[in-house]
């Protein structure tokens, strides 16, 4: 069964450093999402794309946080440079060419827990 | 920001019970989904109900949506021990492009 895949599963790393996740969505999906979760806490989109462009980055720190897609297919989020706060899981969702619908599901990758020391 | 207002935030019942989950979110939506979350691990989509719908069944799986309170809930009858986890509802705003707006979740622990 295909599955949204994500690296690494587990980063630590020192405030101020810079960090990067990488995501490839589920083969054909056009739609990418990357979340934040803090502990306890739901996740909250960070960006949304379709296909390589950006349709809402408005929760996305933009000071220190970004986000490409260049060919449409995988992606990386970085983070530079890393503060205490920003120590949570980052998880990658996709979903199909309808996805911007919101009519159809999200597929989840395993996520990537950092923390910043 | 989180629409999502989910109740209650813990939940701790024996196996063969049922298990009731509520959400309440603000604004208008296209659809209203729930998704399961093992502990440290992604999000599993549960169930989509459209804003049209009032309930749907899916296995041990209910979910009722009443618009016009603006909340929903998920049952989950004769619970078993791999049933805890963590469960959120997730809105889909009628406004948006897709974006999933999740609440805080409810923790679920089903003893054996």
């Known amino acids: 069964e295909a599955e949204v895949a994500q690296s690494p599963r587990y980063k630590i790393t020192e405030k101020s450093q810079a960090v990067a996740f990488w995501c490839d969505p589920i083969?054909?999906?056009?739609?990418l999402y990357w979340y934040r979760q803090i502990l306890g806490q739901g996740p909250e989109l960070l960006v949304q794309?379709?296909?390589?462009?950006?349709?809402?980055d408005s929760q996305l720190p933009k000071d220190r946080f970004s986000a490409e897609r260049l060919k449409g297919v995988d992606s990386t989020l970085k983070i530079q440079p890393a503060e205490l706060g920003d120590s949570a899981m980052y998880l990658c969702?996709?979903?199909?060419?309808?996805?911007?619908?919101?009519?159809?599901?999200?597929?989840f990758g395993p996520g990537t827990r950092l923390t910043v020391l | 920001s989180q629409q999502g207002e989910e109740d209650p935030q813990a939940l701790s019942i024996q196996e063969g019970e049922n298990a009731t989950m509520n959400c309440s979110y603000k604004?208008?939506?296209?659809?209203l989904q729930w998704y399961r979350q093992n502990s440290g691990r992604g999000l599993v989509h549960l169930i989509l109900?459209?804003?049209?719908?009032r309930e749907k069944h899916s296995g041990r799986l209910r979910v009722t949506l009443d618009t016009s309170k603006k909340s929903s809930s998920l049952l989950i009858t004769a619970s078993r021990a791999a049933d805890t986890a963590s469960y959120f509802c997730?809105?889909?705003?009628?406004?948006?492009?897709?974006?999933?707006?999740f609440g805080q979740g409810t923790t679920l622990q089903v003893k054996p």
């Open positions: 109900i459209r804003s049209n719908e």
């Open positions: 997730a809105t889909a705003p009628s406004s948006n492009t897709g974006k999933l707006i």
């Open positions: 969702a996709s979903s199909d060419e309808h996805g911007t619908s919101g009519r159809v599901e999200q597929f």
């Open positions: 794309f379709q296909d390589e462009s950006v349709v809402d």
């Open positions: 083969s054909g999906h056009a739609t």
């Open positions: 604004t208008s939506i296209n659809n």
